[in-house]
Structures are given as C-alpha cells and as structure tokens.
C-alpha cells in the first residue's frame, strides 16, 4: 500500500528481455531497498529481485507488461519511485494499491500561470470512478481530480509536483498508468451489489 507521494524518481538503465522484462533502474533510494520489497514504479506495486550500489531490478512478468506502461520503457525513462506505507505513518496522499487500473493518454496540457494543467480521456468504463475533487493516482502520483468533461478530465500540477515526479514530462500523446481511488472502487461494486439484490 502506498499514498501516492513519489520519493524519488529513477533512471531506467537496461531491459533484458525473456518471458517478461527484468528492468535495472538507478536511483537515490536503491541501495537503501531490501530484496523482496514492494516499490511502487510509476504506480506499479514491484518486487525488488537486485540490488547493488546506486541500483535495483525488477522484473514484469506479461500481464504487467500488457496493463502498463512499462511496455513502452526504454533505457533513458525516468520512473516515479515510492516506497510502501509504513503502520503509523501519516497518510498524506491518498490510499494508493500500486495496481494499476487502465492506461490513459494525455490529450491537452496548459499553463496557467504556476498551474500546469493536465487532460486525459475519460474512459467510458471508468467514468463513475472519476469525480470532481476526487482522488486519482497517475503514474503513482496522487492528484485531485480538477475538472471532468464529457470525454476528459484534467488534474492541475503545481511546481514542486512537476520538479520531483516525472509528470513534468508528460506531452499531449504521452501515456500513463492510472489507479482509481478504491474507495469509490469499493462503495460503487457495495451499491452495485445491493441494487441488484
């Protein structure tokens, strides 16, 4: 469990590619990681399989690779990197799995003045999920949802977000990962089930 608050970000260096891909990626935090421990990677919940000075790896097995954008990694990627949510510590982003729900493109990116404004397709799918000051996680990253149209909804980043994660590199055509705030996940399947009872 993580709260969506990116510690750091890594560098991807290398992918050796097999059944799935094992990722080496250098960063400020891998020397202090633990093999067998869950690291969020732009809000994909990882397994630490190495580690050694300054760098870790992980591997993504094809289910991963399908639902993600790790697919489109490549040696040179900066990755937001979040370590899991130690008991009673203070939750101050919100409750974030590290189970990514859907891959989502950016269709619009503005400036606002210190506001850089982020649009995304809304998936039909998924649009109850996505409500107006709700919260969503967009590569690990927990935002609040700004603004919800018809077909997009658009999150507001502020400097220090687009210093310290690598949403600052998002373009218009740039994909990312997406996970639904699991509240309104659990409260919509608890409504579901009852109306249909």
Not at 17 to 32: A, K, L
Not at 191 to 196: A, F, R
């Amino acid at each position: 469990m993580f709260t969506g608050l990116i510690e750091c970000t890594g560098v991807i260096m290398d992918l050796r590619h097999g059944d799935g891909v094992v990722v080496t990626v250098e960063s400020p935090i891998s020397s202090e990681l633990s093999i067998g421990q869950s690291v969020s990677h732009d809000g994909t919940c990882l397994t630490i399989i190495e580690k050694g000075e300054g760098w870790h790896r992980v591997e993504l097995i094809k289910p991963t690779l399908e639902k993600t954008i790790a697919k489109f990694y490549v040696p040179g990627t900066h990755v937001n990197l979040e370590r899991s949510l130690k008991v009673g510590s203070r939750l101050e982003g919100h409750i974030v799995q590290g189970h990514v729900d859907t891959v989502l493109q950016c269709v619009e990116v503005k400036e606002e003045g210190n506001t850089r404004w982020l649009s995304f397709t809304l998936p039909t799918q998924h649009a109850h999920l996505i409500i107006p000051e709700g919260s969503i996680a967009i590569n690990g990253v927990s935002l609040t949802v700004a603004r919800v149209e018809k077909k997009t909804f658009s999150v507001g980043l502020i400097p220090h977000t687009l210093k310290v994660t690598n949403l600052g590199q998002v373009e218009a055509g740039t994909y990312v990962n997406c996970e639904f705030d699991i509240i309104g996940r659990y409260l919509f399947r608890f409504w579901e089930t009852y109306n249909k009872s």
